[in-house]
């Protein structure tokens, strides 16, 4: 407790419990920001609208009778915010559990294992081993395992590196069964020296100490009764906030992007602000989640761009939203199902913007470890030209074996 105390000292004073604000427009764009005629469009992506659930959000994971929407196909639009869930998706059903760890005992110990219906907890839940019985895990393998990292390389032609990323897989004690939480975060600062670098950090900062103060240290109390989708929401809000307000003392016009993502048992919750960008490996195919808040991202929604000539398109690092340029923002929120996927990958468009898809998504299934995924991709754009900071943070997800 002492280290955290230390390392997020004098986030206390932070508003965390503001509502979402309207979109706003940046009065006079910097660097990377557009004019204000984009911001005029209504913005993609679901935005924060729940109230905390009055439910301990932790009784769910469990639940054989909680239900989520399945995950959009490729080009769909966002779940409404009136449609997404606040509380996270359940770890398996009692039923599927009962019939798995009644076939692994059968298949380690067929004279052992007992009937289906003796068996009343989960698989994977803490529970006391009867005399006579095996373990119920003897015989399950994992073709990969939960696992992530975040790498960042200053490209081959800044002098700086205005990007900050952050990657943390912890596990969280709970009766019966315990819970596995990750917290990714992508931040692609803009300003220079004396803005961008510090707004990115800045943002992590925050946004790692919101989730550690709201989340993680409630929950370890058994106190945490906070809606998961408006705590990722004013996280973002609360950094927002902090670079503003630094902004104003240092006489500067910094700001970030910011992509969030917090991973609790099966479900993604994801704040995102700017053109740093979500992707799921799924068996079909990488699958971009969140949509880019820039002239481009705009117009390929509106159907007036191909996607295929973003790349070169002159208006493709002008953003109409950023973290930290007004006293307000409106975050975007999705809710994602991890589903059948197998990796999640955040980045800055220093690395999309000089990596092509399909190369992204080969690079994700070459190598089971995600530092040598990572160190993959920031090579790949790298050889491409490396014009910007790259920045990455992959994600492995756990798979049965097949």
């Given at each position: 407790m002492t280290f955290f105390r230390k390392l997020f000292r004098g986030g206390e004073g932070e508003d965390e419990s503001a509502p979402t604000p309207p979109a706003q427009t940046?009065?006079?764009?910097?660097?990377?920001?557009a004019p204000a005629t984009p911001a005029a469009a209504p913005p993609t992506g679901a935005q924060a609208a729940a109230t905390p659930n009055s439910a301990t959000w932790w009784d769910s994971v469990a639940s054989p009778s909680t239900e989520f929407p399945p995950p959009s196909p490729p080009g769909a639009s966002p779940t409404p915010p009136d449609e997404m869930p606040t509380i996270?998706?359940?770890?398996?059903?009692?039923?599927?559990?009962?019939?798995?760890?009644?076939?692994?005992m059968a298949q380690s110990s067929p004279h052992l294992a007992p009937p289906p219906q003796s068996v009343t907890e989960p698989l994977d839940a803490t529970h006391q081993i009867e005399d006579g019985q095996a373990p119920a895990l003897s015989a399950h393998r994992s073709a990969q395992g939960l696992a992530a990292m975040a790498a960042r390389d200053i490209g081959r032609v800044r002098e700086?590196?205005?990007?900050?990323?952050?990657?943390?897989?912890?596990?969280?004690p709970r009766e019966g069964i315990d819970l596995s939480v990750g917290l990714f975060i992508v931040a692609d600062g803009m300003g220079g020296h004396q803005g961008g670098e510090v707004a990115s950090r800045l943002a992590i900062r925050t946004v790692i100490h919101h989730v550690l103060s709201q989340l993680v240290m409630p929950a370890l109390d058994d106190t945490m009764t906070t809606a998961l989708q408006p705590l990722m929401v004013s996280a973002v809000q609360a950094a927002n906030q902090?670079?503003?307000?630094?902004a104003q003392a240092m006489g500067t016009d910094m700001g970030t992007t910011c992509t969030a993502a917090l991973l609790v048992g099966h479900g993604l919750y994801i704040a995102h602000v700017g053109d740093t960008r979500a992707y799921l490996y799924e068996p079909d195919g990488l699958r971009q989640i969140t949509s880019d808040h820039s002239t481009v991202g705009r117009l390929i929604q509106l159907g007036q761009l191909d996607p295929t000539e973003a790349r070169e398109h002159p208006l493709r690092n002008q953003l109409y939203r950023t973290v930290g340029q007004q006293p307000q923002v409106m975050v975007d929120f999705i809710y994602q199902p991890v589903g059948l996927s197998s990796h999640l990958l955040l980045c800055s468009d220093g690395l999309w913007g000089m990596v092509e898809d399909p190369a992204l998504a080969q690079a994700l299934v070459r190598s089971p470890w995600p530092q040598d995924i990572c160190n993959e991709l920031i090579a790949l754009a790298n050889l491409a030209g490396g014009e910007d900071n790259i920045s990455a943070v992959v994600v492995s997800l756990p798979m049965a074996e097949r």
């Open positions: 940046p009065d006079a764009p910097p660097a990377r920001v996270p998706m359940g770890v398996m059903s009692m039923e599927d559990a009962r019939r798995r760890r009644a076939a692994s700086i590196n205005e990007d900050s990323v952050f990657a943390m897989l912890i596990t969280l902090a670079i503003w307000d630094t």
